[in-house]
């Protein structure tokens, strides 16, 4: 099974799939994390041309391409490739940032790239998408902070760059999915303690996986 975890900047997607990654494999089960965009060697060249501030001003659709480059790259040599061998993958980002960010954030729409994904990859939902939810300002508090301390390069800040407008469509453009597939989608309040987050990321995993889950002391 897919699952994907997605957020806006400082949302505390990496570290959470760290965690869900040695939640599920502790419950015996293959599991292997990876992320978007920069997971192949052709998608660390396009990550790096994404992330850069010095980028600025990329044309919205080929900054769709760019994406849905690193994304079919990603897909044919490490997903699918993962399913097949029958391991969970848990992925930081996928489609549905594309939809967040340059769907509605940038208004290319969903439609162009619901279609795009269509023709390239076929049927591309995960089955399963945890959205950590925080609030912008908490966010990007949060992604400077870890930029500031140099967890992060301030080579990868394009999108920190943007206004707190931009990343408020970003937000809503997530919750508006969410709303819109509650089968596939979990909301979980990021803004608590990260093991607070990752109990209730467990859980829900743990009801899809249909594999024990340490709170409930059941299946989920
Ligand atoms: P991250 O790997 O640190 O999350 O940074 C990836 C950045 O790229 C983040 O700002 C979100 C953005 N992004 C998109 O705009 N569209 C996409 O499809 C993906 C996967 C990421």
């Not at 930081?92 to 340059?102: F, K």
């Not at 967890?151 to 943007?162: I, V, Y």
Request: with cysteine; net charge neutral; hydrophobic share 40%.
């Amino acid at each position: 099974m897919l699952i994907t975890l997605e957020g806006i900047e400082g949302a505390g997607k990496s570290s959470q799939v760290q965690a869900a990654v040695a939640f599920v494999r502790a419950a015996g089960r293959a599991c292997v994390a990876t992320r978007e965009p920069g997971a192949t060697d052709l998608g660390r060249r396009i990550r790096r041309i994404l992330l850069d501030p010095a980028c600025a001003g990329i044309d919205p659709g080929a900054e769709l391409l760019l994406y849905l480059a690193d994304r079919v790259e990603h897909v044919q040599r490490v997903i699918r490739p993962a399913l097949a061998r029958g391991q969970v993958v848990i992925c930081d980002r996928y489609v549905d940032a594309t939809l967040a960010y340059q769907g509605a954030a940038r208004g290319l729409g969903a439609e162009l790239i619901e279609r795009l994904h269509a023709i390239v990859l076929g049927d591309w939902r995960p089955g399963l998408t945890l959205l950590i939810d925080i609030p912008v300002e908490v966010g990007l508090a949060r992604a400077w902070g870890a930029v500031d301390r140099g967890e992060r390069s301030g080579a990868e800040t394009r999108f920190e760059n943007e206004d707190k407008d931009f990343h408020e469509r970003v937000r809503r453009g997530y919750l508006d999915l969410a709303a819109r597939e509650p089968a596939r989608y979990c909301v979980i309040d990021g803004n608590r303690p990260p093991g607070e987050v990752a109990r209730d990321i467990q859980a829900a995993i743990a009801g899809r996986l249909h594999i024990p889950c340490p709170d409930r002391g059941g299946n989920g």
